[in-house]
């Protein structure tokens, strides 16, 4: 799914957005993507600030909210 276009997001980071926030673990999504775990959270870090969020609970909810994700169980 692409970002609309008014969302604050990449096309690269909107769907690794959604994929990062349905993990518990940095290290297993950092696996699953084949990158180091420290670009992992480099990527989350710059995704919060630019939705204006504080934690990952608060960008899956600002996500769903402004279709920036296809809806839960869709992935």
């Given at each position: 799914?692409?970002?609309?276009?008014?969302?604050p997001?990449?096309?690269?980071?909107?769907?690794?957005?959604?994929?990062?926030?349905?993990?518990?673990?940095?290290?297993?999504?950092?696996?699953?993507?084949?990158?180091?775990?420290?670009?992992?959270?480099?990527?989350?870090?710059?995704?919060?600030?630019?939705?204006?969020?504080?934690d990952?609970?608060?960008?899956?909810?600002?996500?769903?909210k402004?279709?920036?994700?296809?809806?839960?169980?869709?992935?």
């Amino acid at each position: 799914m692409s970002p609309s276009s008014t969302s604050p997001l990449t096309v690269a980071e909107s769907p690794l957005s959604a994929y990062s926030f349905t993990r518990s673990r940095d290290g297993q999504i950092a696996a699953a993507l084949g990158v180091g775990e420290e670009t992992i959270k480099t990527h989350v870090s710059r995704v919060l600030a630019k939705l204006g969020v504080r934690d990952r609970i608060h960008a899956v909810v600002y996500a769903h909210k402004h279709g920036l994700v296809p809806p839960l169980g869709h992935y």
